[in-house]
Each structure stands twice: as C-alpha cells, then as structure tokens.
C-alpha cells in the first residue's frame, strides 16, 4: 500500500510539476510585416523579446492579396502548439485581424502602426478617412503584372521622409532599396469579420506617421476597445525599427 501511495504522490507531483511548467511557458510571438517593408524589419524587436525568453517568429507576408496573405499566416498559426501573440505592422494589421478569426490559440493582437478593419473596410479606406497621410505622391509608377494587378513601390529619393524619418538616412536608404511591392488589389481588398472583436488587442503608433496618420490609429483603437495604446512622440511609420523596446514592451504586456 505503501508503494502505491508512493507511486500516485511522485505522480501528482509530476503533473503538478508539468502544469507549473505550462503555467509558465511563454507564448509564441508571431510577427507580421507591412508592405514596403520585409520580415528583417523586426529585428530590433526579435533581439529583445528572444533575449527576454519569447520563442518568436517573423512571418513571410506575401503581400499579394489580403484573402491569401492572411490564409499564409493562419496556416502558419495552425501549425504553432503554444499560445500565440500576433503582431501585424501596417498592412500586416488586416492580415492578422482575418488570419486570427476562429484561431484558438492567438491570445492577443498587437497593431504597430497597422490597420484594424472593420468588416467592408480596405487599408486604403482607412489610411485615407482622416488628414495627414501621403503616401500617394511618393508612389513609383506601378509595375503592370500579367494578371492585370499592379505592383506599388515607393520612390527610393521619398522612402526615408515619407516611410522612416526617424530612421538613419543611411539605413532608410538600404530599406528603400530593399523594399518589398505590395499589390494595388491588396490595399484595397475588404476586409471580412475582423479577429478584433473577439481577441483583445494592443496599439502602438507614431504620431508622425505618414502613411497611415494618427487620428486613423486612435480612431481604430478606440473602435477595438483596446487594452493599451501607446504613442512614440515623433515616430514614423516604423516604430519597430525606431523604437525597438518600447514595441516590445507593449508585445510583452500582451504576452502577460
């Protein structure tokens, strides 16, 4: 009788040592870039969060369309066992809003600089609905694709004012070289039902972003009931690049 005891104590320690452990893991922070942009613009945040014990990964956003870039990031999300913590820069805000719907395990959402469509609402819609945006006149002449859509860029001589201002020129001048087209039919795509009904979300935005400007993030965020908002005095459209630790921060907030 003594042995059996013995075996169900070291046993229902065990369990309770394994529900302790899950207790305490980390969630996964799955990171989604915008367009113009690539996965390499979360480095600065990666090294923190990584530092700080969050498994993490920078998804790959196609930057196509907003129906197939957000199924890329749920099949990506299927595939993660852990709790999840999506953050989605700019563009990348709408594909996480619809990659996020009906997945269990996102726990949280984190909009940097990023769109939160309503259902029926494009990033264009929402980019445009209040004064202070200007992307438009930086635009390159799009590149015809043979499917009819059209591939957007930015003028390299505009990137750094209109994108990165608080950036270095010299590293504004490599993303401008770098930066990846995102599709005409991808901005002005609708978005469906949006994650951010239902999954409590957090923003983080500059107030000198001139891509999407401020009043369109306070106006989302109030729309979402957001958990937290936070305002970089002076920050651009990269926040994530500009201001690593205080992006991060708020992503560990959302982990917790």
């Known amino acids: 009788?003594?042995?059996i005891f013995s075996g169900l104590a070291l046993a229902t320690a065990l369990l309770a040592g394994g529900i302790a452990h899950a207790a305490d893991a980390k969630p996964t922070i799955v990171l989604v870039h915008g367009a113009f942009a690539d996965s390499s613009s979360w480095n600065g945040v990666i090294k923190i969060l990584e530092k700080d014990g969050y498994p993490v990964i920078a998804a790959s956003n196609p930057l196509r369309s907003l129906k197939g870039d957000a199924q890329?990031?749920?099949?990506?999300?299927?595939?993660?066992k852990t709790p999840v913590v999506l953050v989605g820069h700019s563009y990348g805000g709408p594909v996480?809003?619809?990659?996020a719907y009906g997945q269990s395990n996102v726990k949280s959402l984190v909009y940097v600089a990023g769109v939160a469509p309503e259902a029926g609402e494009s990033t264009a819609?929402?980019?445009g609905k209040f004064p202070g945006g200007t992307l438009g006149p930086t635009l390159a002449p799009p590149v015809e694709l043979a499917d009819g859509n059209k591939d957007l860029y930015i003028q390299q001589d505009k990137f750094h004012a209109q994108f990165a201002a608080d950036v270095p020129a010299a590293e504004?001048?490599?993303?401008?070289?770098?930066?990846?087209?995102?599709?005409?039919e991808a901005l002005h795509e609708k978005s469906t039902e949006p994650a951010w009904k239902t999954v409590p979300s957090y923003f983080v935005y500059g107030d000198l972003d001139k891509n999407i400007p401020a009043q369109a993030q306070v106006f989302m965020a109030e729309r979402a009931h957001a958990k937290e908002v936070v305002k970089v005095k002076g920050g651009s459209h990269v926040v994530m690049i500009s201001n690593p630790k205080i992006v991060a921060n708020l992503i560990e907030k959302a982990a917790k």
């Open 172 to 184: 504004a001048k490599l993303m401008a070289a770098t930066q990846r087209p995102v599709t005409a």
């Open 96 to 99: 996480i809003s619809e990659a």
């Open 125 to 127: 819609d929402l980019s």
């Open 72 to 80: 890329s990031v749920a099949e990506l999300l299927a595939s993660i």
């Open 1 to 3: 009788m003594k042995k």
